[in-house]
Each structure stands twice: as structure tokens, then as C-alpha cells.
């Protein structure tokens, strides 16, 4: 079983930043591909960015060269930041840990974009 713990989330000005994170318990963390997802009202959830267990990352297009994630195995969590940050970007952001058939979401972390 894994715990995902998302933090970071707030109200933050059109071209400002956050910074997300996202703390998983259990072992193994480093074999997981990690992932940053996002919906917002009356949206489907979509992919923001993932990170493979090799470092190897992919993002959606509207987030590219705006967001980067990152992962720190030692400390079993995983990073999105987002500059630039637009009204569009506002959504609740969930952190996802997959590997082979088993797929893990935590509870989500809203993210506001308004002046």
C-alpha cells in the first residue's frame, strides 16, 4: 500500500509560482513512475507531468517550459514546479504513483490563479 501526501497548493498571482510536493510512504519508491495530474470544474483530469523511475520526464503541452518535476528518492517525494503560472493552470493538482497494474492518487491540493 502506498500514501500519497500532496502540499504546496495556495492562491498565487497570474506569473507568479509554486512549488508542489508530494511525500509517498512505503518502499520501493524509486521504481515508481510519479506523476503530477490536475482537474479543474467540470473538467476531465488530465496529465500535467510524470517522471519515470530513470529520471525520464514528459509533459502535456501547455505546461511545457513552465513546469518541472522532479523526484527525490532519499527523501521518497516528488516536486512540480510551476512558474509562470496562468489562470488556466488553476485546478486540483493529484500526485500519482503507478508501476506495473498498481496505480496510487493522493487526496489532491487546490491550486488558485487569480489577481
Known amino acids: 500500500q502506498v500514501q500519497l501526501v500532496e502540499s504546496g497548493g495556495g492562491l498565487v498571482q497570474p506569473g507568479g509560482s509554486l512549488r508542489l510536493s508530494c511525500a509517498a510512504s512505503g518502499s520501493i519508491f524509486s521504481r515508481w513512475t510519479m506523476g503530477w495530474y490536475r482537474q479543474a470544474p467540470g473538467k476531465q483530469r488530465e496529465l500535467v507531468a510524470d517522471i519515470t523511475s530513470d529520471g525520464s520526464t514528459n509533459y502535456a503541452d501547455s505546461v511545457k517550459g513552465r513546469f518541472t518535476i522532479s523526484r527525490d528518492n532519499a527523501k521518497n517525494t516528488v516536486y512540480l514546479q510551476m512558474d509562470s503560472l496562468k489562470p488556466e493552470d488553476a485546478a486540483v493538482y493529484y500526485c500519482?504513483?503507478?508501476?506495473?497494474?498498481?496505480?496510487?492518487w493522493g487526496q489532491g491540493t487546490q491550486v488558485t490563479v487569480s489577481s
Open positions: 500519482n504513483a503507478r508501476i506495473l497494474h498498481l496505480d496510487y
